[in-house]
């Protein structure tokens, strides 16, 4: 689970471990080991493996899945002009943000180049650009909203500099006044090893002294689903979570000045 040590999850690193994967894949190795790494499931959507959809519900990035969890964030995304999906994946949802937002700009960035491939493939109104979201991220446009979910190393390392340098990057992409959705885990036993867990020290660190910082639970995705994103699904959902010990939550940015 969560590491102390963040090389693993650096760009230059991860993109290693893609290229291993795609050669192990492409030489017809086709194996549950593969498939669990994000790398391997989008390498099997591309292709048309048949192992590709189980591979890909268990990374929940099914089409009707995503529909509903965008329904957690109306109120959101329906202010915005322009917004950026950061580590987007084979780009689910933010096909679904287009959908239900079309006169909104909408990009997606991620690493994984089989999954931006897939990605450009199949929604052709949403721009998708491969690229390592670092320290030094940078953008050609500026957007309103930002979005991340269960993005590395947010939910990964407890290197507390290394994630102000990737909270610092993707707010400096940020139009003001603007806001950063950061979607994520919040269940006691993950708190060590992510973001969740520095929320007051980040509260307190002069660098985000031009952010107002909110903490909201998020409603689970299958409920939204079932029964819409209302008050009474999210009471279902937090009787879930405290039955199931899983708590999903999203921290806010808002940019002021």
Request: glycine share 6%; charged share 20%.
């Amino acid at each position: 689970m969560g590491d102390n040590n963040k090389d693993w999850l650096l760009p230059e690193k991860m993109l290693g471990n893609q290229k291993t994967i795609q050669t192990r894949m492409s030489a017809g190795e086709i194996s549950e080991e593969l498939g669990k790494n994000d790398f391997g499931a989008y390498y099997a959507l591309l292709n048309d493996l048949p192992v590709a959809q189980r591979w890909i519900e268990q990374h929940n990035m099914t089409d009707l899945l995503a529909k509903a969890y965008i329904k957690n964030f109306h109120n959101e995304f329906k202010r915005a002009q322009s917004i950026l999906d950061v580590g987007c994946g084979a780009g689910f949802i933010t096909k679904c943000i287009k959908e239900a937002y079309p006169l909104v700009y909408v990009v997606g960035v991620d690493l994984a180049e089989d999954a931006i491939k897939y990605a450009n493939k199949s929604f052709s109104n949403v721009v998708f650009i491969q690229q390592a979201i670092d320290c030094n991220f940078n953008m050609k446009d500026t957007f309103d909203i930002i979005h991340t979910r269960e993005f590395y190393p947010f939910s990964r390392t407890n290197d507390y500099e290394y994630i102000c340098g990737i909270l610092t990057a993707l707010l400096r992409n940020l139009n003001t006044p603007g806001e950063l959705l950061i979607v994520g885990s919040t269940a006691p036993e993950h708190l060590n090893y992510s973001i969740f867990g520095f929320v007051d020290r980040i509260r307190r660190d002069s660098r985000f002294n031009n952010c107002k910082i909110q903490q909201r639970r998020i409603i689970k995705t299958k409920v939204v689903h079932l029964l819409g994103s209302n008050p009474v699904a999210g009471l279902i959902s937090m009787c879930l979570d405290h039955l199931q010990g899983s708590h999903a939550g999203c921290l806010l940015f808002e940019k002021k000045f």
